[in-house]
Each structure stands twice: as C-alpha cells, then as structure tokens.
C-alpha cells in the first residue's frame, strides 16, 4: 500500500506538471491529497487489526490499529476540502470572466482585459 | 499560557468582524493590540530566564500538542505583535471590508502559532491555513490579474505541502512521534543514509516557502498585485517568508545528522544574485522591493548556514529586514496611491511633494543598505564579522547589489513633482512608517546590545571592523551611482529578464527539479 500511495503521488505531480488544463490540475492536486492519506493510512496497517474502542480489549498491543494517522487524516481532508473549494471559487470566476480553462488562454486573457481597463 | 497568545488575535479579529463599520471599534482594536504588544514583551522577559512551556490540553509528552517559547521565538512573537499593530493603524482609515480586518488578525494568530509549535502536524495546519488567508487577503479587491495570481499561488502552495504532509508520515513511522523534541532525540541515533528521504521531503516545501531561487517567483508575483492592501505585502515578506525560515532553523536541530550547509549557502547565492539582476531589470517599484526580499532571504540564508557569528547577525537581520521592509513596502503603498502609478520611471519629485515621507523612505533604505549607524549595518557585519575571503567577498557584492538596487530607487524622491495633487496623504499612515523608520535608526545604534538582549549571546563590535565596512559601504555606493548612470533599464538583457515569467507548471519543474536536486546532492 505505500509504495502504491508513493507511485500515485509522484504520477499525479507528473499529472500537475503536464496537464494544460486548468480542471485537471485541481483534479491531480486532489489525487496527490489522496495518495497522502492513503499513504498514512497504511502506516503500521497489518491484517486482522482491530479498532482501538471499547473497555474490553483483548487483542494484543501489537493488533491494535494506531489511531493517530486517521485523526490527522480527517484534519489533512478538512484543510484540502477548504483549499479545493476556495481554488474551485477562484477559477469560476475566471472562467466566467474569459470563456477558458486554459493556463495560457485564461492568463493571456486576463492580462488584456487589465489593458482594457487601463 | 501560550494558548492565549494565538487566541488573542483571533478574539480581536472576531470584535472587528463584528464591530469593523465603525472607526472607534478600529481604535479599540489597536488598543488592544498595543496591549498586546506589552504582553508579548512580558513574554519574552520571562522566557529569557528559561524555555516556557504548555501541553494544550494538559497530555504531556508525547501524547499532548506542545507549545514552546523560547528566547527565539518569543522576540519573533514580538515582532509579529509590532508589525501587526503597525500594519493596523495604516489601514486604520481603509479598505473598509470586514473580511480584510478579520483575516489579518486571523493571519497574525497563525504566525504566531507557528512560531510557538513544535509538533509537525500543526506546523502543516497553520501553514496551510495561513496560505488560505493570504490567498483570499490578495484576491478580495477581485480584479483578473489578482485572481489569476491567487489561483497560482494557492495550487503550487498546495502542491508543495503535499511533499511535507507525506514527509511528515515517514516521520512517524521511523520514530512513531510527530512531537520536535521527541523526534530530534530518535533521530540522533539514526544513520544519515535513513534520513535522506524524509528530510527531503520536508525541506524542500521549507525552502519553497523561503522562497528560494528556482522557486522565489511567487513572492513577488503576490506581492505585485495592483491595488492589493500594502499591509499584505509588507506582512508577507516581513513575517510570513521568515516563518519559514524559522521552521528552517528548527528543523536542521531536528535533523542535526544530515549535513547539508554546503548546499543551502550555495542556494543562498544563487538566489541572492538572481533577484538582484531580476529586481534592477524591474520597473514596478513594488516588484523592486519584493525582489529584494528575496535577495535578502538568500544573505540570511548563507548567513544562517556558515557559522555562529553569522547565525547571530543572521537571526538580527531576519528582524531588521522585517522593520525596513515594511517600512519600505507601506511607503511605497502611499506613494503609488499619490502618483497614481507604480513605474519607477515615472514616479519623481517625492520630496517636493512630501519631505516627511521621503526622509523615512530614507531611512528605510538607508537600513536596507547597511549604512553606518542603520540597522542592516549591525547584522550585516556580523555576518561577515568571521568569514573570510570568497564567502567575504561575496556577502559584499551581494550587499553591493542591494544598495545598486536602491540607488535606483532613491530616483523617486528627486526631479520635478509629478505626483496627483488632489491625493491627500492619511496621517496614520505617515505615523506608521515614521515608526518604523525610528525603529531603523534605534536599532542600528542599539544594534549589539540588541542582539544580546534578543538571543542571549555575546557578541561585540569592533571599532575598526566597523569602521572597515564603513568604508567599503561608501565605496559601494560609488560603485552604484556610477552603475546607475551608465546601465540604463531599456537595456536589451534587463528587458528580457524582465518579460521571464514563470507559469503555474513551470513552477511545478521547478519544484520537481529542486527536490531531485537535494535528494542527489544527499546520496553524495
């Protein structure tokens, strides 16, 4: 599972250096957020672990799931949603503003509409 | 007790959200925040007899979330509370919105939260907050440019993070702890060899946010912004790049097996001499300066990386340049509203227009410079005070291409007055940088014993080695007038240099190439 987590996040960074589209980078940022939490939550994963809950436990230490990773986790997920939703924000208004999704296209555009107010 | 430091910004930010549409709420607020300002100060005092520590939530060890104070972080607490308060009263009369006063307060809790924190986690979560709020701060006057640029600069600082959440997680699997001071003593006991990915990984979204030559271009493409806040800019490169390198220094304790001052002094050149060219080839006097900052961040850089002597001036210019650069970014915020232009080529006669304003605008640079009896000249000695030939000689010409660069800029204040005459000049925002122009000229002349009282160590000042530096800083400026009079900007190169501009995957490679970079020059 890591080395899964670690390949997916250096494809999707591959993903953030190619992709011309502006979607797509989010989308590649959003894989790369998701290839960090799988990454941790396979941290110290073995079969047959269980929840660290209840009074009773009987499991063995060692066959206790670790439950720091996934508190971080669900704080990493919180934090990316607000980033995502905020980026998604800006790049509406953008593309309302100039009909494109391109990086250039939409960076071009924007600079002649400066121009124009100028 | 150092909880309360991070929510008493938060608090104060709340009141204004809720009261900002009138002007004695604003008043109340700097109150406030000046009474701060006094508490950070009790702070500090007290953290000069020992470290100050807090388990949030009474877990100690390392199950709990830790907050520290120490000499260091306590007099950068200070700092932030300083600027904070003066960056409030230039805004005192604008921009009217509530988002911006809540948002600066927010941010300044967040500074001052990474600068108390040792745990990994929460150095992410308020790094990442702190990106956000810059983010909506640059792009809530809503104009193309500026949300062109905030897309850019939120989705490379994202992207960027990713590598030191995942760095992060090896962290704990190698030692099982995200806590600084628990981590640096397992660390202590491993091979370098098991490091290199983990530090890697975490460095290298560190010299990002330092903004570091292949990776400076977001800082001054932020700070470039038309008719984004002044405060912004000057709080970025005051405070916000220097937590990074706070974050650095911490982390190269955490990591004290890895040897790398090699490549960050390296690193530190090359940037320093790629945002001079990149800053004289500039004609937005914001961009000058924001290039500048950078340049800056690069002596601090090789300063930090070089020994102890140079540590210290290191740890004094990160404050002195917080100071001048402020004060330069706020003057230069009321000059672009004066002349209703940010082109250096068009901008003259300031004295004319306003002595006062030009006079602090001196002084600032004056301090940025390194004149004798200014701030910059203290640190910057320092820093060379026990190095000796190469690194000598290139901390000079560096230093010289900082005062080329602000030969240049002195331009502004002389020639005829073409400034918009029906713009009036806010009081408040003249007392603020005059404040910080004050502060320039306090702390060169108490520079040592600033430097004794901050970080607790011994230096001295010798009067022929200062008197040396004297001597080379008039030199320089010789150097530069003659340059200034001879490279004009239309020049081919400069002209080129200054149409450069990265785009959001270039950025991307650069992150990309940096990180392959420092991960050979590990194996080696």
């Known amino acids: 599972m890591q080395t899964a987590s670690i390949i997916m996040f250096?494809?999707?960074?591959?993903?953030?250096?190619?992709?011309?589209?502006?979607?797509?980078?989010?989308?590649?940022?959003?894989?790369?957020?998701?290839?960090?939490?799988?990454?941790?939550?396979?941290?110290?994963?073995?079969?047959?672990?269980?929840?660290?809950?209840?009074?009773?436990?009987?499991?063995?230490?060692?066959?206790?799931?670790?439950?720091?990773?996934?508190?971080?986790?669900?704080?990493?997920?919180?934090?990316?949603?607000?980033?995502?939703?905020?980026?998604?924000?800006?790049?509406?208004?953008?593309?309302?503003?100039?009909?494109?999704?391109?990086?250039d296209e939409v960076k071009q555009k924007s600079r002649e509409l400066i121009e124009e107010v100028k | 007790m150092l909880p309360y430091f991070v929510i008493a910004p938060l608090l104060i930010a709340v009141f204004l959200y809720l009261f900002s549409s009138s002007r004695?709420?604003?008043?109340?607020?700097?109150?406030?925040?000046?009474?701060?300002?006094?508490?950070?100060?009790?702070?500090?005092?007290?953290?000069?007899?020992?470290?100050?520590?807090?388990?949030?939530?009474?877990?100690?060890?390392?199950?709990?979330i830790t907050l520290t104070a120490d000499m260091l972080s306590a007099s950068l607490v200070m700092l932030t509370a300083v600027l904070f308060l003066i960056a409030a009263i230039y805004g005192l009369k604008e921009p009217s919105s509530k988002l911006y006063w809540l948002l600066m307060f927010i941010w300044e809790g967040l500074i001052i939260g990474i600068f108390f924190s040792r745990d990994f986690f929460n150095v992410f979560v308020l790094l990442e907050v702190a990106t956000l709020i810059v983010a909506v701060l640059i792009m809530y006057v809503r104009e193309n440019r500026s949300m062109f640029d905030g897309v850019i600069f939120l989705m490379v600082n994202t992207a960027v993070i990713q590598f030191y959440l995942l760095g992060l997680g090896y962290i704990y699997m190698l030692t099982g702890t995200l806590d600084m001071a628990v981590a640096t003593a397992a660390i202590a006991q491993m091979e370098s060899s098991q490091l290199i990915l983990p530090y890697t990984l975490i460095m290298a979204p560190i010299v990002f946010k330092c903004a570091l030559v292949p990776l400076a271009s977001w800082l001054p493409k932020v700070q470039g912004i038309p008719r984004a806040p002044a405060a912004v800019a000057a709080i970025l490169s005051g405070l916000h790049v220097k937590c990074a390198l706070f974050l650095f220094i911490r982390f190269q304790e955490v990591f004290a097996p890895v040897a790398t001052e090699g490549f960050y002094i390296v690193l530190g050149i090359v940037t320093a001499v790629t945002s001079i060219i990149m800053a004289f080839s500039q004609k937005d006097i914001r961009l000058i300066l924001?290039?500048?900052?950078?340049?800056?961040?690069?002596?601090?850089?090789?300063?930090?990386?070089?020994?102890?002597?140079?540590a210290t001036g290191s740890l004094?210019?990160?404050?002195?340049?917080?100071?001048?650069?402020?004060?330069?970014?706020?003057?230069?915020?009321?000059?672009?509203?004066?002349?209703?232009?940010?082109?250096?080529?068009?901008?003259?006669g300031l004295i004319k227009r306003s002595p006062i304003l030009s006079i602090t605008t001196m002084m600032a640079i004056l301090g940025i410079a390194g004149a004798p009896f200014f701030n910059g000249s203290i640190s910057k000695y320092f820093m060379m005070a026990e190095s000796g030939g190469l690194v000598f000689w290139i901390l000079n010409i560096i230093n010289l291409g900082t005062i080329i660069l602000f030969v240049r800029y002195t331009k502004i204040l002389f020639g005829p007055d073409t400034s918009n005459k029906s713009v009036q000049i806010d009081v408040n925002k003249q007392i603020s940088?005059?404040?910080?122009?004050?502060?320039?000229?306090?702390?060169?002349?108490?520079?040592?014993?600033?430097?004794?009282?901050?970080?607790?160590?011994?230096?001295?000042?010798?009067?022929?080695?200062?008197?040396?530096?004297?001597?080379?800083?008039?030199?320089?400026?010789?150097?530069a007038l003659f340059?200034?009079?001879?490279?004009?900007?239309?020049n081919f190169f400069l002209a080129r240099v200054r149409s450069l501009d990265l785009n959001f995957r270039g950025m991307c490679v650069c992150i990309g190439v940096l990180f392959a970079v420092m991960l050979v020059f590990m194996q080696i």
């Open chain 2, 316 to 348: 004094l210019h990160i404050i002195n340049h917080a100071v001048f650069k402020a004060a330069l970014f706020l003057g230069a915020g009321i000059i672009v509203r004066m002349y209703r232009t940010p082109d250096i080529t068009k901008i003259s």
């Open chain 2, 24 to 64: 004695a709420s604003r008043i109340v607020a700097i109150i406030a925040q000046a009474v701060f300002v006094v508490f950070t100060l009790v702070l500090f005092l007290e953290s000069r007899h020992g470290e100050i520590y807090t388990a949030v939530g009474g877990y100690r060890g390392v199950l709990g």
């Open chain 2, 483 to 490: 340059v200034n009079k001879y490279v004009k900007n239309d």
């Open chain 2, 433 to 479: 940088v005059a404040m910080l122009a004050v502060m320039c000229l306090a702390m060169g002349i108490g520079g040592v014993w600033l430097a004794n009282f901050l970080f607790g160590v011994d230096v001295e000042l010798n009067f022929w080695g200062y008197f040396e530096k004297a001597v080379i800083f008039a030199a320089s400026v010789a150097i």
């Open chain 1, 10 to 103: 250096f494809l999707a960074f591959f993903g953030l250096i190619t992709s011309q589209n502006i979607i797509k980078s989010v989308i590649c940022l959003m894989l790369q957020q998701t290839a960090v939490i799988v990454f941790f939550l396979g941290l110290r994963h073995r079969h047959g672990i269980l929840a660290p809950i209840g009074d009773n436990l009987t499991a063995e230490i060692a066959y206790i799931a670790d439950p720091l990773p996934q508190a971080l986790m669900i704080t990493a997920i919180i934090i990316g949603l607000a980033v995502v939703a905020v980026d998604i924000t800006m790049i509406i208004y953008l593309t309302n503003k100039t009909n494109s999704t391109d990086w």
């Open chain 2, 290 to 310: 924001a290039y500048s900052s950078t340049a800056q961040v690069g002596l601090i850089m090789i300063g930090l990386n070089l020994d102890e002597y140079a």
